[in-house]
């Protein structure tokens, strides 16, 4: 007898079975985003011996040069999502404004943004990149869409997830209910799940920050990472190992499988942004999983879920992971304005 296995496309439909809790073009609208995961995993699978490596000889509105596959990943979750009638904009990294689904389509309720490809820098040195999404629904007293639509507080996002492109592609989702990662099965060409109740240990040993930028960090900041360095002889009388990937989805993938914290704070290179991240493609999404497998993220003063943003692609200081570690961070943010 094989083993029983349960689809992605199953696991959505007894979501939508038992309770209610997806409404069928939200599971459309999440099969259609996996579909265009799996596009791109070829896509990136395919490295040197396809046209998806290097710059695109871009920028985007954020001013950051384009790899070709940032401008592919983008076109395919375009493609894939514009004709099914479950949506009525989106929103991407890589585009100045919103995507209004053209009117030669029927319109959905639900506004759905993404990271198209995460980690760009690891592209070209075979490293672990990612798709990141996020769902809303649109006001339903609202004629029409436009960018205000939005901006919404992350609490408010009805689905979200990931889909890491690494030794294996694995996509990560949350409706609500806990988060569930299914690993893309070549063979059938499906995601199957594979694991469910993922949870992030409330302790953890491992801090994940981009150290060449420690002399720009804020106090608070310094101060927690200090700590963890000064090992069993500091006041956190334990060791600590670290990990830096340079793509969120790899280093939130590592966090929810065996816990860990990760940084990218305000840092004095650029005081004026609040950090590097971006509030609705990148922290938003990660933060909800991050919150649903029972772990927390704050942006160094409050919840990130409830962050109000006013801008497209606004930037937040991101804390996420393991609970008692990100409550430690915030501590000492208390501490410092004291
Ligand atoms: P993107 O490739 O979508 O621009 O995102 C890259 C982000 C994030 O994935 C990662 O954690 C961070 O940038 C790495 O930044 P540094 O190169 O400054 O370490
Ligand atoms: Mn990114
Ligand atoms: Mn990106």
């Not at 265009?36 to 490295?47: D, F, H, L, M, T």
Request: charged share 20%.
């Amino acid at each position: 007898m094989p083993t029983r296995t349960i689809s992605l496309t199953r696991y959505l439909v007894e979501q939508q079975r038992h309770d209610g809790r997806i409404p069928g073009e939200l599971r459309l609208l999440l099969e259609v985003v996996a579909r265009a995961c799996k596009r791109i995993s070829y896509e990136v699978n395919k490295g040197a011996l396809g046209e998806v490596l290097g710059t695109a000889g871009s920028e985007n509105v954020q001013g950051e040069v384009q790899k070709k596959l940032d401008i592919i990943a983008n076109e395919v979750l375009i493609e894939a999502n514009e004709w099914g009638g479950h949506l009525a904009a989106m929103a991407s990294e890589e585009m100045d404004g919103i995507y209004l689904v053209p009117n030669r389509y029927p319109h959905g309720e639900y506004l759905l943004m993404f990271d198209p490809l995460d980690g760009s820098s690891n592209i070209d040195v075979n490293v672990s990149i990612g798709t990141i999404f996020s769902v809303f629904k649109k006001d339903p007293g609202q004629d029409g869409v436009s960018e205000a639509d939005f901006l919404q507080p992350g609490r408010q996002q009805v689905a979200a997830g990931y889909c890491v492109y690494g030794p294996q592609t694995t996509l990560v989702l949350t409706v609500g209910d806990g988060v569930a990662m299914f690993t893309l099965d070549r063979e059938l060409g499906s995601f199957v799940l594979t694991q469910e109740n993922v949870t992030i240990p409330e302790d953890t040993q491992e801090f994940a920050i981009n150290m060449s930028n420690m002399r720009h960090w804020a106090p608070p900041i310094r101060r927690y990472v200090d700590e963890c360095l000064q090992g069993v002889e500091g006041p956190r009388e334990k060791n600590f190992n670290m990990r830096w990937i340079a793509s969120m989805v790899a280093d939130v993938h590592r966090i929810l499988t065996r816990g860990g914290i990760f940084m990218y704070p305000w840092d004095q290179r650029e005081p004026t942004k609040p950090g590097k991240l971006r509030l609705l493609y990148e922290a938003n999404p990660m933060s909800w999983l991050v919150e649903q497998a029972g772990g927390a993220a704050h942006n160094c003063q409050q919840r990130i879920l409830d962050v109000q943003p006013t801008a497209l692609h606004e930037r937040v200081s991101v804390v996420l992971g393991s609970k008692n570690e990100v409550e430690r961070v915030l501590q000492y943010h208390l501490e410092a304005q004291q």
